[in-house]
């Protein structure tokens, strides 16, 4: 006799697989070849072994980079990255979330690692910006306490209704708080793409432009992998959060790792626009004036 399932069955049936396809959906895991496309690069941007390892490189006629199927809007983003060896001088590894490329208009938000390279035994710099609504200038830098071209390690990008926050190895380096109610502009309406890229900058990247590009050195290359995102996931004009989206949609440094942060500033901080009176004769931004309060 064939089997018999009553409407009900059948139809709580079909919202659970929808209800599995929308987690998987907001929770990506792992797979370059699934969770990404390559967007430039000409064969520059290889994916290997079986989609866990993702690699771009740079030559003098191109760089390359990569783009995340999904758009997110809000999210906790953890990539593992191995930067380009040696004299990396002119070179940036970019590693971002924003708006699709090809929409940018005027009021675009973004949230940027960049990885500024350098000549061989100077350290790289890690450079953080956030751009609100087209407008960035909120730029702070960093040294690293290790080597990051000798080993992979993990940059997360904490994205939620009330913070942004860089980290790296699980330590926060910058927290970038929402102060919408003392009119600072917050990410918080468009959906954005998680993208990478491997490129010349040799104009400003080391040392303002100073030291230039050795394409000697060429191709060079940048490895990722790891990559993990609980987050929200826009599709069809809604947002679909991931099952564990209480443990990050409201998440906030506690005392421990306030004081990891602390350390990190007052030791590897090497550029704060929060410090920069020079570049702000009319008065710092309003965030800085309530960095510490808040």
């Given at each position: 006799?064939?089997?018999?399932?009553?409407?009900?069955?059948?139809?709580?049936?079909?919202?659970?697989?929808?209800?599995?396809?929308?987690?998987?959906?907001?929770?990506?895991?792992?797979?370059?070849?699934?969770?990404?496309?390559?967007v430039w690069g000409d064969g520059r941007a290889v994916i290997q072994e079986g989609g866990d390892?993702?690699?771009?490189?740079?030559?003098?006629?191109?760089?390359?980079?990569?783009?995340?199927?999904?758009?997110?809007?809000?999210?906790?983003?953890?990539?593992?990255?191995?930067?380009?060896?040696?004299?990396?001088?002119?070179?940036?590894?970019?590693?971002?979330?924003?708006?699709?490329?090809?929409?940018?208009?005027?009021?675009?938000?973004?949230?940027?690692?960049?990885?500024?390279?350098?000549?061989?035994?100077?350290?790289?710099?890690?450079?953080?910006?956030?751009?609100?609504?087209?407008?960035?200038?909120?730029?702070?830098?960093?040294?690293?306490?290790?080597?990051?071209?000798?080993?992979?390690?993990?940059?997360?990008?904490?994205?939620?209704?009330?913070?942004?926050?860089?980290?790296?190895?699980?330590?926060?380096?910058?927290?970038?708080?929402?102060?919408?109610?003392?009119?600072?502009?917050?990410?918080?309406?468009?959906?954005?793409?998680?993208?990478?890229?491997?490129?010349?900058?040799?104009?400003?990247?080391?040392?303002?432009?100073?030291?230039?590009?050795?394409?000697?050195?060429?191709?060079?290359?940048?490895?990722?992998?790891?990559?993990?995102?609980?987050?929200?996931?826009?599709?069809?004009?809604?947002?679909?959060?991931?099952?564990?989206?209480?443990?990050?949609?409201?998440?906030?440094?506690?005392?421990?790792?306030?004081?990891?942060?602390?350390?990190?500033?007052?030791?590897?901080?090497?550029?704060?626009?929060?410090?920069?009176?020079?570049?702000?004769?009319?008065?710092?931004?309003?965030?800085?004036?309530?960095?510490?309060?808040?």
């Open positions: 006799m064939a089997a018999f399932h009553s409407p009900s069955t059948a139809s709580f049936g079909m919202v659970l697989l929808l209800l599995i396809g929308f987690s998987m959906a907001a929770f990506a895991y792992g797979n370059f070849y699934h969770n990404f496309d390559v390892l993702l690699t771009l490189s740079l030559d003098k006629i191109s760089g390359s980079g990569f783009q995340s199927k999904d758009e997110y809007l809000y999210g906790k983003i953890d990539m593992q990255l191995k930067l380009v060896p040696g004299n990396s001088a002119g070179t940036v590894t970019a590693y971002y979330v924003s708006l699709q490329l090809s929409s940018k208009g005027e009021a675009w938000d973004e949230i940027d690692f960049e990885f500024l390279g350098n000549l061989s035994g100077q350290p790289y710099i890690l450079h953080t910006n956030v751009f609100c609504q087209g407008k960035g200038n909120r730029e702070q830098q960093f040294y690293l306490w290790f080597d990051p071209t000798a080993d992979f390690h993990t940059y997360s990008i904490l994205w939620n209704p009330e913070r942004i926050v860089f980290s790296v190895d699980g330590i926060p380096i910058r927290e970038f708080k929402n102060l919408e109610f003392l009119g600072v502009p917050f990410p918080k309406n468009q959906k954005m793409r998680l993208y990478s890229t491997l490129w010349n900058a040799d104009d400003w990247a080391t040392r303002g432009g100073l030291v230039k590009t050795d394409w000697s050195q060429a191709p060079f290359k940048a490895s990722y992998r790891n990559f993990n995102a609980d987050a929200c996931v826009w599709s069809s004009g809604s947002s679909y959060c991931s099952s564990n989206k209480n443990a990050w949609f409201w998440e906030e440094l506690n005392f421990a790792k306030k004081g990891q942060m602390k350390w990190v500033q007052n030791n590897y901080m090497v550029y704060n626009y929060c410090e920069d009176t020079k570049r702000f004769p009319q008065g710092l931004p309003t965030e800085c004036t309530f960095a510490g309060i808040l």
